[in-house]
């Protein structure tokens, strides 16, 4: 069982094995590349920057025995990672348990392999990708990132993954495609939540196509640079920064490019509540609580919600002429 106090709040195996986080080779390619998708923290002054090159992460089954690495003890605002064993085992996972310290023991069989991501729908050409296809053919990358869940609380996450875009950039979405829906796999027999009926399952989300291209969207494969837990959502989950948790899912086996707004879980179950955006904003509350602050996990004080989560800057773009009050 997870217990957070103070003297968690500094991780402390946190080892940096340069080792496994091979920089990639300097090619023009790969800095315009980076200069392309502004990871916050990176400062772009005047054009192509040679360093820090983006590197390229392997995740084979087997460092799931490894310690826990990153690259950096903080996010770019200064803010230190959660630990590992706390990302690991304060979830929601509702296909498991709607208690959050239950899910990791409860998932802990739950077989990952074989597993394949089925894309399609609206576009030119239709993909079913194996787990391990995905983790060579995309460049995997760290992304340390906050996940604010719209409960009001936070951690910060050293993530492994690659950008949305690079998958969607292979799969060739048609004119047509505006949107993307995410289909979590259903597997009752090995899913005790799924036995119930608190959700419609299978858990869906969707982004708009934009959102979806957005340099800062990415599927996460690992975090800590070993393979994601099944409790984080593992083979591979979705993780949309900007946004409250809940549009982040998990286990993730089908992607569907369509042309209508798709209705995600969290709507079908109580749309006034979880709108299809879910944009982190602080100044618009949750029916049933506020949203101006939010509680840091292994922090003692509340601390206030940034907009857009802290990714203002990347994403504000995104909603120009909406009314944000308007989209929850
Ligand atoms: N399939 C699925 N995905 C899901 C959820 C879920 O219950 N089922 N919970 C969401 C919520 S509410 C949050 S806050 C994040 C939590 O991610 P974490 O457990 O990796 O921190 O996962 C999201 N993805
Ligand atoms: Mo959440």
Redesign the pocket.
């Known amino acids: 069982m997870v217990k957070l106090s103070r003297d968690e709040i500094t991780p402390e195996h946190i080892y940096l094995n340069r080792r496994k986080f091979m920089v990639g080779i300097g090619s023009a390619a790969g800095a315009l590349a980076l200069a392309a998708c502004a990871v916050p923290g990176v400062q772009q002054a005047g054009g192509i920057q040679a360093a820090p090159a983006a590197p390229a992460i392997e995740l084979p089954e087997a460092l799931a025995n490894a310690e826990p690495t990153a690259s950096a003890l903080t996010d770019e605002l200064g803010d230190s990672l959660n630990e590992y064993d706390v990302?690991a085992g304060?979830?929601?996972?509702?296909?498991f348990s709607m208690d959050?310290e239950a899910?990791a023991k409860l998932s802990q069989n739950f077989a990952t392999r074989p597993w394949e991501v089925k894309v399609g729908g609206l576009v030119e050409n239709p993909t079913t990708y194996s787990i391990d296809d995905i983790l060579t053919r995309f460049t995997q990358e760290e992304r340390i990132y906050r996940?604010r869940?719209?409960?009001a609380w936070s951690?910060v996450?050293p993530w492994v993954g690659f950008p949305i875009a690079a998958l969607l950039e292979e799969v060739k979405p048609t004119a047509e495609a505006k949107y993307v829906k995410f289909t979590?796999v259903y597997r009752p027999e090995a899913m005790p939540?799924q036995q119930r009926s608190t959700?419609n399952w299978?858990?869906v989300?969707g982004l708009r196509l934009d959102e979806a291209m957005n340099p800062l969207a990415i599927f996460a494969t690992g975090?800590y640079g070993k393979p994601l837990t099944v409790?984080?959502?593992a083979p591979i989950?979705?993780v949309v920064p900007w946004k409250?948790?809940?549009?982040?899912?998990?286990?993730i086996v089908d992607i569907e490019l369509v042309e209508e707004e798709p209705v995600s879980?969290w709507m079908a179950a109580a749309a006034y509540e979880y709108g299809f955006y879910a944009n982190v904003n602080p100044e618009v509350d949750h029916p049933r609580w506020s949203q101006a602050t939010e509680r840091r996990i292994g922090e003692n004080q509340r601390r206030e919600t940034l907009m857009f989560n802290g990714y203002e800057d990347e994403v504000a773009h995104l909603y120009e002429g909406m009314d944000l009050s308007l989209y929850y």
């Not at 304060?90 to 296909?95: D, G, L, V, W």
């Not at 409250?244 to 286990?251: N, R």
């Open positions: 990302i304060y979830n929601n996972y509702y296909e959050k899910v996940l869940c719209v409960e951690m996450i979590t939540g959700l299978p858990y989300e975090m409790s984080n959502g989950r979705l409250y948790g809940f549009k982040s899912i998990k286990s879980a």
